[in-house]
């Protein structure tokens, strides 16, 4: 059997029963790695000798009978994630030869849960797109189809789990940036409840938006990496301090008298007819297994992408403000002073998105600016959250479509920042409000391209999201289909 088209859940019941090691695993991933990764291009560091260690390490911990879910499961990070002796460039020139001191809290909580850390993920530039062609480093491509883009910004991450080339990848959602790839490639992508999932470590892009979660092959998956990710860190100030329940314990009760909230303002004119189809026909299949389809309505929807650049622009142009040249990172070394050092320096390490986005959050957060736009945009904020606030008295859980397209063509939306941010249109108000959301498949366009359903739930409910995409899952004919690359 090949070991790379297992689910977690899989590979774990065979590791535990000694029908395979973790060694055995992580060289079949490896070797995996090898065949597809000059196609995908999803990594931007591979770590092979690492990854051995830690199988090694794993299967005496099996061996011991000490294994969690987790234990010997190869799976890879999104290049964000500090990493304790291994580089973490964000995919950008200014942090090329960086070399974090200590690991993201996710980080150390897979690697305690004996987790393989297969290597790196490519990315857009500091989580700053929606195609992964914002990378210094080079283009991710969707393994469906290798003329379209993986989405982003977490295009490695999703582009890996889908080629076979780790069994779960973590990404990070600041506005839609692990569901939107995840419809992308045809996976189930996570965005936990803000601050569900610690921060610290975790490279800062827009601080009151951006979570960390997983991409996996099935919804099973995303609930066994969320229960060794989730949980209070007192390292980060922003995360919640809250019991984190069993994700697994609920899955399988169904959505019988479940009521589904359906926003009629996330069908909207300009959506892919296929897309809408399929989206359809999901909401039929949770209909057939008992749910209620329930109208909602969410009004402040079409100010969503307004507010999300203004937010995250503004939060963006304060965090990218410490990469000066001065303390780490690259350095453009120059006689002109030190003034003369900042602007050579970020000239040469920031590519044209993450300058596009300072300067667009600088400028919001200007003398004379801050009122008319970034203050606005947090009141309008506010509204939006109180949307979502109030749809929940009607109903359990609120379905839309992932994206409004599939994947599209890499360089067909380059020249164009407004038509690329308006990719992320149903899922941004998900980060503006902090709820869980979950991507998964459900079903493909005329040009075999994956289509993803997105559930949203109340924040800290991501039992009953978990619960409702797992019925689907179950349902819905499309678990297990893997491209050809």
């Known amino acids: 059997m090949d070991l790379t088209t297992l689910t977690i859940k899989e590979l774990s019941e065979k590791l535990r029963k000694k029908e395979t090691s973790s060694v055995e695993a992580t060289k079949a991933y490896l070797k995996r790695i090898e065949e597809t990764e000059g196609k995908v291009h999803a990594f931007v560091t591979i770590t092979p000798d690492d990854a051995l260690a830690m199988a090694e390490a794993a299967d005496k911990r099996i061996a011991a009978g000490q294994a969690a879910p987790l234990t010997g499961i190869p799976i890879a990070l999104k290049d964000i994630f500090c990493t304790k002796g291994v580089r973490t460039t964000c995919s950008s020139k ?46 991710t491509l969707n393994p469906w189809a290798l003329d379209r883009v993986p989405g982003g910004s977490s295009g490695g991450s999703a582009a890996a789990v889908a080629a076979g080339e780790c069994a779960a990848s973590m990404g990070t959602d600041t506005g839609g940036s692990i569901r939107q790839p995840a419809s992308c490639c045809g996976v189930v992508g996570l965005k936990p409840t803000y601050g569900r999932v610690s921060r610290f470590g975790m490279i800062a892009f827009a601080s009151s938006l951006d979570q960390a979660g997983p991409l996996t092959r099935s919804v099973e998956d995303a609930a066994i990496v969320l229960q060794a990710i989730a949980g209070h860190d007192k390292s980060d100030s922003t995360s919640i301090d809250t019991p984190v329940p069993d994700y697994l314990a609920g899955i399988g009760k169904g959505v019988k008298g479940l009521k589904v909230g359906i926003p009629k303002e996330y069908f909207i004119e300009g959506m892919d007819p296929d897309v809408e189809s399929a989206i359809r026909k999901a909401l039929d299949v949770l209909k057939g297994l008992g749910a209620e389809l329930v109208e909602v309505t969410l009004p402040h929807t079409q100010y969503a992408v307004a507010v999300y650049y203004l937010v ?52 919001s957060l200007s003398a004379g600016y801050y009122d008319a736009y970034y203050k606005k945009a947090a009141e309008v904020r506010t509204l939006i959250k109180n949307d979502f606030d109030e749809a929940f008295k009607a109903c359990d859980i609120i379905a839309t479509p992932t994206a409004p397209s599939a994947a599209f063509k890499i360089g067909e939306r380059v020249e164009d920042p407004l038509t690329m941010y308006l990719s992320d249109i149903f899922t941004i108000s998900c980060n503006l409000a902090g709820i869980p959301g979950i991507s998964v498949p459900c079903g493909f366009t005329k040009d075999n391209l994956p289509v993803g359903l997105q559930l949203l739930g109340k924040s800290l409910d991501e039992e009953t999201v978990l619960r409702a995409a797992y019925s689907y899952e179950q349902a819905g004919g499309w678990l297990g289909r893997r491209p050809t690359l």
């Open 94 to 139: 200014i942090l090329e030869n960086f070399v974090p001191p200590y690991d993201a809290t996710v980080a150390r909580k897979l690697k305690e849960a004996g987790a393989v850390i297969l290597g790196k993920n490519n990315m857009d530039e500091f989580a700053m797109g929606s195609s992964t062609e914002n990378s210094a480093f080079h283009k």
């Open 312 to 363: 995250a622009t503004a939060e963006a142009s304060s965090n990218l403000a410490r990469y000066d040249g001065v303390k780490y990172g690259l350095r453009v070394n120059q006689t002109g002073g030190l003034l003369d050092m900042y602007k050579r320096t970020r000239d040469a390490g920031f590519g044209d998105e993450v300058k596009r986005r300072i300067m667009l959050g600088t400028y």
